[in-house]
């Protein structure tokens, strides 16, 4: 465990991927929560070992549909709609519903969060950690993107995220 305030018994953490592999987490201690999209969006091998490792405190949780429109309407009346992927809303959708504490860099999952009164936390990416570079298939023809865009100007198809490329800071 790092010495952080993150780490304090008894608190559950939701946690997105960036928070994941930013390395900061003991993740076979404490109670974590993850959606299943996190786990998608991890392609390296070295993570996805540690992921199945500690299954005993990190646990998949799916959100319930109830939450997670209650999330895009927040995130809609704040202005942060465009900005989440289906994974961040899950995630924020997965606090709300277990008050727990969403950890996350992304500014647009702490101003919805901060709008429906869920305590956050950033993981603190700068001091240790990974930057990620987001790229974006498709989900019909499966081309990959390095910019976002509504539907895939190939086939109209959603657009998926996925960590494209991690680097160690
Ligand atoms: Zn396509």
């Given amino acids: ?60 949780v799916t959100p319930s549909s109830k939450m997670v429109q209650a999330v895009k309407a927040a995130a809609k009346e704040t202005g942060d709609l465009q900005e989440l992927s289906d994974t961040d809303i899950g995630l924020i959708a997965i606090a709300l519903e277990t008050k727990s504490t969403l950890v996350t860099d992304d500014f647009a999952m702490e101003n919805v969060a901060n709008f429906l009164g869920i305590e956050f936390a950033g993981a603190d990416l700068k001091k240790i950690g990974y930057k990620i570079t987001w790229g974006y298939r498709c989900t019909g023809c499966g081309q990959r993107f390095s910019e976002y865009s509504d539907v895939c100007p190939v086939c109209g198809h959603k657009l998926k995220r996925f960590a494209k490329k991690y680097k160690a800071i």
């Fill in 1 to 60: 465990m790092t010495d952080n305030n993150l780490t304090c018994k008894g608190k559950t953490y939701v946690l997105d991927t960036s928070a994941i592999l930013s390395g900061k987490f003991n993740l076979s201690e404490g109670n974590f929560l993850i959606s299943r999209n996190v786990i998608n969006e991890i392609k390296l091998g070295k993570v996805s070992r540690l992921l199945s490792m500690s299954i005993s405190s990190l646990r998949v």
